[in-house]
């Protein structure tokens, strides 16, 4: 079955001058303050085991594709933020 795909462009810009909640790949996400980041017990450069926080890989705010989303998969979803696990 075929499924009609999103592609998006990210474009270098500095990013204290972007407004919070746009997509954005890499940086620092924009979250509630209350945010409790994510962690898990993993190696270091170093090889040491310890508690270690997941890297933030992207942010996409769906309000800027809504009008490419022909199979209206992101209707109920504003922004989501995904999180990433390097190993070593």
């Known amino acids: 079955?075929?499924?009609d795909t999103?592609?998006?462009n990210f474009e270098?810009?500095?990013e204290s001058?972007?407004?919070i909640?746009?997509?954005k790949f890499?940086?620092?996400p924009d979250l509630p303050e209350d945010f409790e980041w994510y962690y898990y017990?993993?190696?270091?450069y170093k090889g040491k085991v310890e508690n270690r926080p997941l890297s933030f890989l992207v942010q996409i705010n769906f309000k800027e594709i809504k009008e490419y989303d022909k199979e209206i998969c992101f209707l109920k979803v504003e922004c989501c933020t995904f999180f990433m696990k390097w190993k070593l």
């Open 17 to 19: 001058e972007l407004p």
């Open 41 to 44: 017990e993993g190696k270091g």
């Open 26 to 28: 890499g940086g620092r």
């Open 1 to 3: 079955m075929e499924k």
């Open 6 to 8: 999103i592609l998006i």
């Open 12 to 14: 270098k810009k500095i």
């Open 21 to 23: 909640g746009v997509s």
